[in-house]
C-alpha cells in the first residue's frame, strides 16, 4: 500500500511539473482586446480635436477605427510608448515607428505585442481619407470612409457595419473579412489568406488572391464584380440574381445545376448589368 501510494504521489508530482512547463514554456496568446474592458491596460489619449482625414503607421499596434460619441485618438498598451499624433488642417496622423515588445518567461525569451491604436468617429460623420501602414490587425467598425488604403503585413483586416466608397485593402499575410457592409469600387487584396464576405452589397471593385480561398455569403452584386484567385476556391452564395461567368483553369466548377469537372467555363445571363466574374487557376467555383 506504502509502495503504491509514493508511486501515486510521484506522478502527481510528474504531472504538477508538466504542466507548470508547458504554461511557462508556451505562454497564453495575446487577444486583441476590446479598449472598453481592459480598464488595466494603460490608456493615453492622443488627441479629441476634429479630423476628417486619418493617417496610421503602425510597428506593432493593432488599429481600430469606430464609431463614438465624440472625435478621439487613443493608444492601449505600454507606458511611454513612442507615438506622435498631430491633427493639422483636419488630418489626423498617428504614427508608432517602434514596435512595443512584452517579455514572457519560459526556457527562452519570446516576444508578442498586445498594443492597440483606437480612432473614434461620431455617428453619422465620414472619413475622407483613411491611410493604414502596419503589421497588425485591422479593424474598421460602424463608420462611413469616402476612400481607404490599408494596408498590414502580419494581421487579419475586418470590415463590420461599414460603408466603404473606394480604395484598397491589402493584406500580405492574414485574411480579409467583411460583415453587413457596403464596398464600393473597393479593391481587396489578399498575398496569403482567405477573403470572407458576409451580408455584404458589392458595387463594382475587385478581390485578388493568391493561396487563400474566398467565400460570399447572403452576397448582392451591384454592377460587375471581379473574383480573380491563383490558387484557391471561389463560393459565392448570391442574394440578388447577377450575371456570373465562372472560370476554372484545373478545377471542379458548378453554377446551380451545371458542373464541369476539370477545369472549364460556364456562364448564365451575362448581359445582365450586375454580373460576378470568378476566376481561379487551381482551384474550385461555385456559384448558388
Same mark, same amino acid.
Given at each position: 500500500m506504502k509502495k503504491a501510494l509514493s508511486i501515486g504521489g510521484i506522478l502527481v508530482i510528474i504531472g504538477a511539473i508538466m504542466v507548470a512547463v508547458g504554461f511557462f514554456s508556451h505562454p497564453q496568446p495575446f487577444h486583441p482586446f476590446d479598449e472598453e $474592458?481592459? #480598464?488595466?491596460v494603460n490608456k493615453q489619449t492622443l488627441t479629441k480635436q476634429h479630423f476628417d482625414r486619418v493617417k496610421v503607421t503602425a510597428a506593432s499596434a493593432d488599429v481600430k477605427v469606430r464609431q463614438g460619441d465624440h472625435y478621439g485618438a487613443y493608444y492601449y498598451g505600454k507606458k511611454h510608448a513612442a507615438l506622435q499624433t498631430t491633427v493639422k488642417d483636419g488630418q489626423l496622423i498617428v504614427s508608432q515607428t517602434t514596435a512595443v515588445k512584452t517579455k514572457h518567461f519560459s526556457v527562452s525569451w519570446s516576444d508578442d505585442s498586445n498594443d492597440q491604436i483606437v480612432i473614434t468617429v461620431p455617428k453619422n460623420k465620414q472619413v475622407r481619407s483613411l491611410t493604414i501602414k502596419g503589421n497588425d490587425d485591422v $479593424? !474598421?467598425? =460602424? %463608420? *462611413?470612409f469616402a476612400r481607404v488604403h490599408v494596408n498590414t503585413h502580419g494581421g487579419e483586416v475586418t470590415v463590420n457595419n461599414s460603408k466603404v466608397n473606394g480604395g484598397t485593402i491589402d493584406s500580405?499575410?492574414? /485574411?480579409? *473579412?467583411?460583415? #453587413?457592409s457596403r464596398l464600393t469600387a473597393t479593391k481587396l487584396n489578399s498575398a496569403s489568406g482567405d477573403t470572407d464576405l458576409y451580408k455584404v452589397t458589392v458595387s463594382g471593385g475587385q478581390a485578388n488572391l493568391s493561396s487563400g480561398d474566398f467565400t460570399a455569403r447572403k452576397l448582392m452584386v451591384n454592377g460587375h464584380y471581379l473574383v480573380n484567385n491563383q490558387s484557391g476556391d471561389n463560393e459565392v452564395h448570391a442574394l440578388n440574381d447577377p450575371g456570373?461567368?465562372? %472560370?476554372s483553369d484545373d478545377g471542379d466548377v458548378s453554377l446551380g445545376h451545371q458542373e464541369k469537372d476539370d477545369g472549364g467555363t460556364l456562364e448564365r445571363n451575362t448581359d445582365n448589368? #450586375? !454580373?460576378?466574374?470568378?476566376? $481561379?487557376? /487551381?482551384? =474550385? #467555383?461555385s456559384f448558388d
Open positions: $474592458t481592459f #480598464n488595466h $479593424t !474598421l467598425k =460602424d %463608420t *462611413r500580405a499575410s492574414g /485574411d480579409i *473579412r467583411s460583415a #453587413n456570373v461567368i465562372l %472560370t448589368p #450586375n !454580373l460576378i466574374k470568378m476566376v $481561379t487557376q /487551381d482551384g =474550385d #467555383n
